[in-house]
């Protein structure tokens, strides 16, 4: 029987992540989030929640080294909440207890959307790969960067991955540090930039769920293959919101992927070692509370 999640399609799945994690955007566990620094704001001055909806056009692999794509035009609802405990801002959604002026733990959530089978070449015949929610602590270390109010970060996520099909199925774990760079005043103000290295790692069960072919699902063309756990690739990308007015922003987000020395390059389902994913979106803003942030 088609499960819930399935029959409401990838739009809908979509925007429940978005909704679900306060972020607009989700490509493979990369969170677009919303920039929100205006001319000559300070973050006590910004509101201390926000609502509104992106509009979205996007190019993202079916799974972590394929060698086929989706394209996607999606209104994603989002909201914005800046406390001192619970935020789901810029860095992501998040419950933080700052240990030190640039240390923070936090438990922080991600996910990724379903692929159908009947859609991909190298998995027809095979179960579709549903829904991805993540939620684990991440240590994030911050430090001033090279222009003034940017900063250098450090995160160390390990998140705890759960399917959302017919059920809540446990996929394994993920690691993925990240080093990224990070600033909100260029242009004075208008424009936000953000550019990460992302090295990831996953256990057995989650490299399983990706790349293996139990013999059922064999054919000539697709041996049976048993996956590992261990690497999973590397990311480089960078995106930009640039605010047209405190209450209008547009996005442009780019995100190439290595696979290069992959646990599981042998796998039949790993079909390509390079892959991008993109974006472009225009979010606005259209409810904000009187209350102002609460400050770092």
């Known amino acids: 029987m088609t499960s819930p999640a399935r029959r409401a399609g ?14 607009p955007l989700c490509v493979l566990a990369q969170t677009a989030p919303i920039a929100t620094e205006t001319r000559a704001s300070s973050p006590a001055e910004r509101p201390r929640w926000e609502a509104g909806v992106l509009l979205a056009a996007l190019t ?7 060698d086929e794509s989706r394209h996607l035009l999606l209104p994603v609802p989002y909201f914005i909440y800046r406390g001192r405990v619970l935020r789901a801002d810029d860095s992501g959604s998040r419950l933080r207890r700052r240990l030190a002026p ?21 998995r027809r015949g095979m179960p579709d790969l549903d ?14 960067g090279p222009h003034p109010k940017s900063l250098i ?37 208008r424009l936000a930039l953000n550019v990460s ?3 990831e790692f996953a256990s057995e069960r989650l490299q399983r769920y990706f790349y293996e072919v139990d013999p059922v699902y064999a054919t000539p063309e697709r041996p049976a ?9 590397s990311s480089l990308g960078a995106r930009a919101w640039y605010s047209f007015t405190p209450n209008l922003r547009g996005l442009i987000s780019v995100r190439w992927y290595n696979h290069d020395g992959a646990a599981n390059e042998d796998s039949p389902l790993f079909r ?25």
């Open 102 to 122: 640039n240390l923070e733990i936090d438990i922080s959530g991600g996910g990724s959307l379903s692929s159908d089978a009947s859609d991909t070449e190298a």
């Open 10 to 23: 990838p739009r809908a799945q979509f925007a429940l992540f978005a909704a679900l994690f306060a972020a």
């Open 225 to 233: 293959y048993r996956a590992s756990a261990g690497y999973l690739g």
């Open 197 to 199: 290295l992302v090295s």
């Open 153 to 189: 970060v450090v995160n160390l996520p390990l998140r705890g991955v759960v399917s959302v099909g017919s059920g809540l199925d446990w996929q394994g774990m993920r690691f993925a540090p990240e080093l990224a760079y990070v600033n909100e005043r260029f242009l004075d103000g």
């Open 272 to 296: 390509r070692a390079n892959g991008y994913s993109a974006t472009i979106g225009l979010a606005w803003s259209f409810l904000r509370s009187r209350e102002r942030a609460a400050e770092d």
């Open 60 to 66: 993202i692999p079916d799974y972590p080294a394929a």
């Open 131 to 144: 829904y991805l929610v993540e939620l684990g602590p991440n240590l994030r270390l911050s430090y001033p």
